[in-house]
């Protein structure tokens, strides 16, 4: 459609089409983006209520287990966390497994580095013999209040990415109403200086997305 839009002519859609396949990388980004944001508002949870069970006295496969109940509720079976709490739980309490093992498989797996984070205080209370109760309270604390502070950038970023999305979008939208309303464009279309200042103008159109896009991903890491 974009093609179209600005050379009203099927080569040019199909050139346009083929351009935008290099794009995908891109939408790729955004989408693990999200998927991202997703599983750290789990693990928001999982370390509130960890915190919570080692503060009552609770041991890592217990709170586990009850972190495990708490996002099943909250996430269903589109949860990931879930699932992964109540393997290791399983894991340490039938399987005598290694806790600290099983921790740094699951950041591993889900691209968290703060369950390494957990993984290791929890792997060196052990072998030292610290307040092993103190130590992960602490540490899901400290972890809370990092992932509150990555929130609100993440809020602030959102908005920005909206305005630029808007701006880039007033370009093709001024180009289809001029086309439905009048012929000020057809010089454009017909001659081969128009194709190039047309082509000029699209090159021009996805650099600003693709630094704008830049700037903003830049800001949310």
């Known amino acids: 459609m974009l093609?179209?839009?600005?050379?009203?002519?099927?080569?040019?859609?199909?050139?346009?089409?083929?351009?935008?396949?290099?794009?995908?990388?891109?939408?790729?980004?955004?989408?693990?983006?999200?998927?991202?944001?997703?599983?750290?508002?789990?693990?928001?949870?999982?370390?509130?209520?960890?915190?919570?069970?080692?503060?009552?006295?609770?041991?890592?496969?217990?709170?586990?287990?009850?972190?495990?109940?708490?996002?099943?509720?909250?996430?269903?079976?589109?949860?990931?966390?879930?699932?992964?709490?109540?393997?290791?739980?399983?894991?340490?309490?039938?399987?005598?497994?290694?806790?600290?093992?099983?921790?740094?498989?699951l950041a591993c797996r889900s691209g968290l580095p703060e369950l390494r984070q957990v993984a290791l205080v929890y792997g060196l209370c052990l072998k030292t013999g610290g307040d092993?109760?103190?130590?992960?309270?602490?540490?899901?604390?400290?972890?809370?209040?990092?992932?509150?502070?990555?929130?609100?950038?993440?809020?602030?970023?959102?908005?920005k990415r909206l305005e630029f999305l808007l701006m880039a979008a007033m370009v093709p939208l001024m180009l289809f109403a001029i086309n439905i309303t009048s012929d000020y464009l057809h010089p454009m279309y017909g001659t081969l200086w128009g194709r190039a200042v047309m082509t000029a103008a699209l090159a021009g159109w996805i650099s600003s997305i693709l630094w704008s896009f830049a700037i903003v991903e830049g800001g949310r890491q």
Request: hydrophobic share 45%; with cysteine; proline share 1%.
């Open 132 to 159: 092993l109760q103190r130590a992960m309270i602490e540490t899901s604390d400290a972890l809370l209040r990092r992932l509150q502070l990555w929130q609100e950038v993440q809020t602030a970023t959102a908005q």
């Open 3 to 105: 093609g179209w839009l600005f050379y009203r002519h099927w080569v040019g859609a199909v050139a346009a089409a083929l351009i935008f396949l290099f794009l995908r990388p891109f939408y790729e980004n955004i989408r693990l983006q999200k998927q991202k944001s997703r599983l750290y508002e789990e693990l928001k949870d999982l370390l509130y209520v960890l915190s919570s069970g080692f503060a009552s006295g609770a041991g890592l496969a217990e709170s586990l287990g009850q972190c495990a109940q708490m996002l099943k509720t909250s996430y269903g079976q589109q949860g990931f966390l879930w699932r992964e709490a109540e393997f290791i739980k399983t894991a340490m309490e039938e399987g005598n497994a290694s806790g600290q093992l099983l921790l740094s498989e």
